[in-house]
């Protein structure tokens, strides 16, 4: 989507290697999401953040870290790969609470 | 955990019927919001509907909220094939972010 986009778009890593996906926005909104994708269980809260170096848990954060070092970028890394970290990864940004989110395309990561 | 629950998770019908998702939740809300995603593709913004209003329309999509019942529903008049995707409700509750039912999806047939 227009000013939200995820990179790789898809990536095969081995297990037990770091990895880090990147969200870079050009829409400078303030809030950041990390969400991931799997068949059955919808969309799961990874990690997300409310400003520049402020970032909270998800529902689904262990095994993964984040940072924001800018407005505009919102890492996201697996610090040791695993299986069940086969997923597809969606990032997310809103200009504030009560609003929707735009979505970026999307990553897919395959952990073999 | 999952707030919202779609139903049906699948759902079939012709060219030119109407389509309705349900949505059940279960903690207060300040808005609950509806998305669309196509396959392979991310999640499109369809309507946000705020938790003291009951109706809300946008085109052929018309999206009720009853909060009493904690539940709301999507609905998509004259389907086109191009409504062919699957629909996810999410709610907004305070100091949290949107939390994602498992979605429906929609099949139109021409």
């Known amino acids: 989507d227009a000013g939200i986009t995820q990179s790789p778009r898809h990536k095969v890593t081995e297990t037990g290697t770091p990895v880090t996906l990147r969200c870079h926005q050009t829409?400078?909104?303030?809030?950041m999401y990390w969400y991931r994708q799997d068949p059955g269980h919808g969309l799961r809260l990874i990690h997300y953040?409310?400003?520049?170096?402020?970032?909270d848990k998800g529902e689904v954060s262990d095994g993964y870290s984040v940072s924001r070092s800018k407005t505009e970028d919102f890492l996201l890394t697996l610090e040791s790969a695993t299986s069940s970290q086969t997923s597809v990864y969606f990032c997310?940004?809103?200009?504030?609470?009560?609003?929707?989110?735009?979505f970026g395309s999307g990553t897919r990561l395959t952990v073999v | 955990s999952q707030q919202g629950e779609e139903d049906p998770q699948a759902l079939s019908i012709q060219e030119g019927e109407n389509a309705t998702m349900n949505c059940s939740y279960k903690?207060?809300?300040?808005?609950l919001q509806w998305y669309r995603q196509n396959s392979g593709r991310g999640l499109v913004h369809l309507i946000l509907?705020?938790?003291?209003?009951r109706e809300k329309h946008s085109g052929r999509l018309r999206v009720t909220l009853d909060t009493s019942k904690k539940s709301s529903s999507l609905l998509i008049t004259a389907s086109r094939a191009a409504d062919t995707a699957s629909y996810f409700c999410?709610?907004?509750?305070?100091?949290?972010?949107?939390?994602f039912g498992k979605g429906t999806t929609l099949s139109v047939s021409s």
């Open positions: 997310a940004i809103t200009t504030g609470e009560g609003y929707g989110y735009t």
């Open positions: 829409e400078n909104h303030r809030y």
């Open positions: 953040s409310y400003g520049v170096k402020d970032t």
């Open positions: 903690t207060s809300i300040n808005n």
């Open positions: 509907i705020r938790s003291n209003e």
């Open positions: 999410a709610t907004d509750s305070a100091g949290t972010a949107l939390i």
